[in-house]
């Protein structure tokens, strides 16, 4: 009999990963430059997500060669179906992290993960109109994951030329959002509560109000207006929130779901820096260094209890 593989249980969710680690890059990388931040710690952060990166594709790739039949069922779920984009976002982030260091690369890699991105958003709409199984109690905020990768293309994407274009993708993810928002909260209130596994992915409620005001300000050539305002600090009313309901978050057991605290939380800290170039004020300042403090010790401690799972085989096991 064939040994049992890890491979089987590899799970798609892995590449929130990047996702976080990308984030926080380009948080770093702005710090440098509004913050007065050493430059290598955003450069080693890029290595590290360009590694993570090709070594969990590499992972996921053997697993679809070697493992089909556990691909399917994984993007047949109700809720997992939602992280198959994630690859795509990590390539979009990636490229836009990549801008300082090669245009050339960036271009391509923001192509190839602005176009995957389409078809994933494509597909994933396609099953939720026309699925037969999925109920009110798989809606979870998990849902925004096709929805954010849509807003972020605009980021390299503007600087890259493809303003039209980006501006396809930003409509995409404003009115999805806005769709998507309205269903996840009446799940929320007048439906059984989301499971502690999935509760961490309240966090991505954050995403899209913090990512649309940064495609926002570069679609709109840096220009803070009253909607930039509005979608920043309806991001900043949602981390407070979901702060003050941190002792729901602190009793959870770690789960992969506990990534879903990265992206988000990166993108505010972004966002927040934005402000501060923009407005200035103590308060901004106060803030950006907060926020991007809490993001950084919050991805070590991720990083930290991932290894521990990877180590203990946790990771790869079969759902009960």
Do not use: C
């Not at 198959?84 to 271009?107: D, N, Q, Y």
């Not at 999935?198 to 409620?205: E, G, R, S, V």
């Not at 570069?218 to 920043?232: E, K, N, P, S, T």
């Not at 993001?295 to 070590?300: A, D, K, W, Y």
Request: glycine share 6%.
């Amino acid at each position: 009999m064939e040994k049992p593989s890890f491979l089987q249980h590899f799970p798609v969710t892995l590449f929130a990963m990047i996702m976080g680690l990308g984030g926080l890059t380009l948080s770093w990388h702005r710090a440098h430059v509004f913050l007065h931040m050493p430059v290598w710690i955003s450069q080693v952060l890029l290595l590290v997500s360009v590694a993570l990166f090709l070594v969990i594709s590499a992972f996921y790739l053997t697993k679809i060669l070697r493992f089909p039949e556990a691909v399917k069922v994984e993007i047949s779920h109700p809720i997992k179906i939602s992280f198959f984009p994630t690859f795509s976002i990590s390539l979009i982030l990636l490229a836009t992290a990549l801008l300082p260091v090669s245009t050339g690369l960036s271009k391509v890699v923001w192509l190839l993960g602005a176009s995957l991105h389409l078809l994933f958003s494509l597909y994933v709409i396609t099953q939720w109109m026309h699925q037969t199984r999925f109920t009110i109690q798989h809606s979870t905020p998990a849902w925004f994951i096709p929805v954010v990768g849509n807003i972020l293309v605009p980021i390299a994407g503007v600087q890259h030329g493809y303003v039209e274009a980006s501006w396809f993708f930003f409509a995409i993810g404003l009115v999805y959002w806005i769709v998507l928002k309205v269903l996840i909260f009446n799940r929320i209130i007048f439906h059984d509560p989301i499971p502690e596994k999935l509760l961490p992915t309240l966090f991505i409620l954050i995403a899209p109000p913090a990512v649309g005001f940064i495609a926002y300000m570069q679609l709109q050539g840096g220009v803070l207006d009253g909607f930039a305002r509005i979608l920043y600090f309806s991001a900043l009313f949602l981390v407070l929130l979901l702060l003050v309901q941190v002792r729901y978050f602190t009793k959870i057991p770690f789960f992969l779901s506990w990534w879903a605290y990265s992206f988000p939380l990166a993108a505010f800290s972004i966002a927040t820096q934005i402000m501060l170039e923009k407005q200035g004020g103590w308060f901004f300042l106060v803030l950006s260094y907060l926020s991007l403090g809490f993001v950084t010790l919050l991805i070590g401690l991720l990083l930290l209890r991932t290894l521990q799972g990877v180590i203990s085989g946790k990771l790869f096991q079969p759902e009960g």
